[in-house]
Nanobody, 126 residues
Framework: VQLVESGGGSAQPGGSLRLACAAS????????IGWFRQAPGKERDFVAA????????QYTDSVKGRFFISRDDAKNTVYLQMDSLKPEDTAVYYC????????????????????WGQGNQVTVSS
């Protein structure tokens, strides 16, 4: 069971990046997925989450209108599209998954998630 993130890197302020989280060894159909980020010296904070159905998405206030989470179960992958990037978005980004039955359940709390990816660095600077 493994989550593998990709798509991080560097961008200028105002630019865009798309992160991908691919599952290996299990299918994401029965999982809600979250993205978290951790800046140096800070705790790992919630960024966005998506339910099994995709019908329930949640975002932290600082990224609303700029970041968009989506899932493609056929590709066993969840995406985080990040637009209008700001220097304060710089962090290591982690995807996480937790098995659930309700199709519209999500969680904003990192303690709710069972599986975690290895993390992917995103740096926003001019």
């Amino acid at each position: 069971v493994q989550l593998v993130e990709s798509g991080g890197g560097s961008a200028q302020p105002g630019g865009s990046l798309r992160l991908a989280c691919a599952a290996s060894g299990f299918t994401l159909d029965y999982y809600y997925i979250g993205w978290f980020r951790q800046a140096p010296g800070k705790e790992r904070d919630f960024v966005a989450a998506i339910s099994r159905s995709g019908g329930n998405t949640q975002y932290t206030d600082s990224v609303k209108g700029r970041f968009f989470i989506s899932r493609d179960d056929a590709k066993n992958t969840v995406y985080l599209q990040m637009d209008s990037l700001k220097p304060e978005d710089t962090a290591v980004y982690y995807c996480a998954a937790h098995e659930t039955f309700p199709s519209d359940e999500v969680s904003l709390f990192r303690g709710s998630y069972r599986y975690w990816g290895q993390g992917n660095q995103v740096t926003v600077s001019s």
